[in-house]
């Protein structure tokens, strides 16, 4: 990081530190959970397809995964969700390489596709599944998630909602850490080299699937983490997180916010998660799909204006004000 980007980050850090400390009011905290919510499910599938350039629209079926991992585990073997989670992002890795395996080898549009239809599969398995070896899934109806009498980090339950803001807000600059440190090493370059041009990087060594699977079961493993922490913000999981709608706006804030940079997925949620909770609080649930609507406007105007995503001309607009100062 430059010395030019240290101070935007630093104040970035310490406003969002500070945030429910000067904001009481409950719903804007949990709109600004949200919105560290879905910067870290976007970072977490920039590292697949902003680093590698592999558009998955399949990323919903890892943060199902964790979700429903470490509730079952929890309810029925009583393992903390702080466990869970990791249990979770372990399984869903797993998961991501017998996934990533055949549908590495389409390209382009058939890649999408087919991340789109196992995504498709799971949520129909889940919706369709009652019961499974003794353990209730409840189908379509989904699994309310039982209070514990104590309050407490293992359990990932708080009695309010500014523990579970910064808990969100660690997990952020932890993802935002890892996908730095990767971008930086030596993967990063090959990921690099794929991204731009996959063949030229085959003709000089660099196995691009190896890498790929490398990078698909770390984008799988966070999502995962992000499903236990959903699930336990919510206390409810049901399977319309394996939605296919919810990949695509996962996808979306990523690449309007600015694919393959930093900061460009946290600027994306904080641009779109705040159009999609305020469509459901204002709307209700009669319009269910108009944050899709806007959110297909803006990636429109973005594609036209930025199509690098917002965070290009941000950049810009930064280094020439700095060049500008005495």
């Known amino acids: 990081m430059t010395a030019g980007s240290v101070l935007p980050a630093a104040c970035a850090v310490a406003a969002a530190a500070l945030f429910p400390l000067v904001v009481r ?5 949990h709109a600004a ?8 499910l976007a970072t977490s599938w920039n590292i697949l397809g902003g680093l ?8 919903s079926a890892f943060f199902g995964i964790g979700a429903y991992v470490s509730t079952i585990l929890f309810i029925y073997y009583h ?7 990791a249990v979770g992002g372990v399984v869903a890795s797993v998961i991501s390489i017998g996934i990533g395996y055949p549908c590495f080898k389409l390209k ?7 991340t789109l239809a196992f995504t498709e599969i799971f949520r129909i398995v889940v919706t369709s599944t009652e019961q499974i070896g003794g353990i209730d899934l409840k189908g379509a109806a989904g699994i309310l998630i039982p209070l514990q009498p104590g309050k407490s980090l293992l359990n990932f339950q708080f009695s309010g909602k500014t523990s579970y803001y910064y808990l969100i807000l660690v997990m952020l600059l932890a993802i935002l850490f890892v996908y730095r440190w990767m971008e930086r090493s030596r993967w990063g370059l090959y990921l690099a080299a794929i991204r731009d041009n996959e063949d030229a990087a085959r003709s ?6 190896r890498y790929k699977m490398i990078a698909l079961a770390v984008s799988a493993f966070f999502g995962a983490t992000a499903g236990t922490f959903y699930a336990q913000l919510l206390l409810y999981i049901e399977p319309a997180l394996f939605s296919s709608a919810f990949s695509i706006e996962i996808l979306l804030i990523a690449v309007v916010g600015g694919a393959g940079t930093l900061l460009g997925p946290f600027l994306g949620a904080l641009i779109l998660t705040p159009i999609s909770e305020l469509t459901r609080t204002y709307l209700g649930g009669g319009y269910a799909g108009v944050q899709l609507i806007i959110y297909g406007a803006v990636l429109v105007a973005v594609m036209m204006f930025a199509p690098q995503g ?3 001309p941000l950049k810009r607009g ?9």
């Open 33 to 40: 959970i949200m919105v560290l919510l879905f910067a870290y």
């Open 204 to 209: 000089i060594g660099i196995s691009a699937t």
């Open 79 to 85: 393992v903390p969700p702080l466990v869970g989670m």
């Open 25 to 29: 009011d409950p719903y804007f905290v």
């Open 52 to 59: 590698a350039g592999q558009h998955s629209f399949g990323h």
């Open 310 to 312: 917002l965070i290009v």
């Open 318 to 326: 930064w280094r020439l004000l700095a060049e500008r100062r005495p």
């Open 108 to 114: 382009g549009p058939y890649f999408a596709l087919a």
